[in-house]
C-alpha cells in the first residue's frame, strides 16, 4: 500500500460513525449488510450513515453492490489488510516478533 492510499484510510476511520460501521462490517463478512440494517445496528440516521460509508468507499475500505432495491455494504478485506502490512511494516526492526509488547525503550 502507498503512504496516500494509508492516509487516506486512516483518515476515514478517524470517526467514531466510519470505524464503528467498517468495525461492523468487517465482522459480517463478505456478504455484508444492506445499508438500512447497518444505519439500525448503529442507531443512526440512514442519511447520516450514508455519508459515512460513501467515506470509507472512497477509501478503498469498503464496497457496495446493488441488491433489488438495496444496497449491501461489504468490507474490503484486502485493503485492511494491506493498511496492516503498512502499518506494521519493519515491525520490531525487522526481527520477528509477536504480540507481545515491545521490550525496546522508545526513542526520545
Do not use: W
Not at 453492490?65 to 438495496?70: A, E, H, K, P, V
Request: one cysteine or more.
Amino acid at each position: 500500500m502507498e503512504t496516500n492510499a494509508a492516509i487516506k484510510a486512516l483518515v476515514a476511520l478517524g470517526h467514531a460513525s466510519r470505524l464503528t460501521a467498517f468495525r461492523l462490517l468487517v465482522q459480517a463478512g463478505a456478504e455484508g449488510v444492506a445499508a438500512g440494517q447497518l444505519a439500525q445496528a448503529m442507531g443512526i440516521a440512514p442519511s447520516s450513515l450514508s455519508f459515512h460509508l460513501k467515506e470509507l468507499v472512497q477509501a478503498g475500505l469498503l464496497e457496495a453492490r446493488q441488491d433489488g432495491r438495496f444496497v449491501i455494504y461489504a468490507a474490503r478485506y484486502d485493503t485492511m489488510a494491506g493498511l496492516i502490512a503498512y502499518l506494521t511494516d519493519n515491525c520490531c526492526q525487522g526481527a520477528p516478533c509477536d504480540a507481545a509488547p515491545c521490550t525496546r525503550e522508545p526513542r526520545a
